[in-house]
């Protein structure tokens, strides 16, 4: 399996415009979940989904933001529009189950680096 | 709620020395406890988890983590660092049916 992929690696765009990042989870996987990492708040949680349906979306920071899984094989997470504190790193995981204890292994991509200038 | 402090946002040491990374965690039930290494430009890779079970968990590389509920500590170790060890360190925490809470990171930095 090719892991976690997600495009595209870096994005450089002007504040105001729109941003679509995408992730294509490992086959099978149920769960997949978007975070967000930054040097000032670390590794945060933005939403996640089981079965395509949006489970916890707690962490968006707001309503700029916007997730969607259309399939089992495809998310995108959206900011319209997009301000300089969404620099930032995001990342895109899946995993098989939510945490049985013999297969609760997150496995991530290996995120887009935004910029917003 | 869960929550995950990781002591020192940096640790410097020498090759061949002692790795010692801190992780106390706060939950009002058994939690299951990971930690995961980030390499430079990379995603988050497991390092090893606790579930259940024995205390003393051993992951990849040479790493391993002893769960200690007494002191709601989960520090991961490595007995010999090499310069390949040099990443950022995260330590997790999650309960049954909930996403993951990440620590804020240790950059563990090996010189030779």
């Known amino acids: 399996d090719a892991g976690v992929i997600q495009s595209p690696r870096h994005e450089v765009t002007e504040m105001g415009q729109e941003v679509t990042l995408r992730c294509k989870p490992i086959?099978?996987?149920?769960?997949l979940f978007w975070y967000r990492q930054t040097m000032m708040r670390g590794l945060e949680l933005l939403i996640y989904?089981?079965?395509?349906?949006?489970?916890?979306d707690s962490g968006m920071p707001e309503d700029r933001f916007s997730a969607k899984m259309p399939n089992a094989s495809f998310s995108t997470l959206k900011i319209q529009p997009s301000e300089p504190r969404d620099s930032a790193v995001y990342f895109c995981?899946?995993?098989?189950?939510?945490?049985?204890?013999?297969?609760?292994?997150?496995?991530f991509g290996p995120g887009t680096r935004l910029t917003v200038l | 709620a869960q929550s995950v402090t990781q002591l020192g946002s940096h640790v410097s040491v020498s090759e061949g020395a002692l790795v010692l990374l801190r992780c106390n965690y706060s939950s009002s039930v058994p939690p299951y406890l990971f930690w995961y290494v980030q390499y430079p430009n990379q995603g988050l890779q497991l390092l090893l988890k606790?579930?259940?079970?024995?205390?003393l968990v051993k992951g990849i590389n040479g790493f391993e983590a002893e769960f200690k509920k007494s002191e709601t500590s989960f520090h991961l170790t490595k007995p010999s660092a090499h310069m390949s060890d040099a990443a950022e360190y995260f330590c997790a925490v999650s309960v049954t049916g909930t996403a993951l809470i990440f620590g804020k990171g240790t950059t563990l930095s090996v010189s030779s």
């Open positions: 995981a899946s995993s098989l189950e939510m945490f049985n204890a013999s297969t609760d292994t997150q496995y």
């Open positions: 989904f089981n079965n395509n349906v949006p489970i916890d």
């Open positions: 086959s099978g996987h149920d769960y």
């Open positions: 606790y579930t259940t079970g024995a205390t």
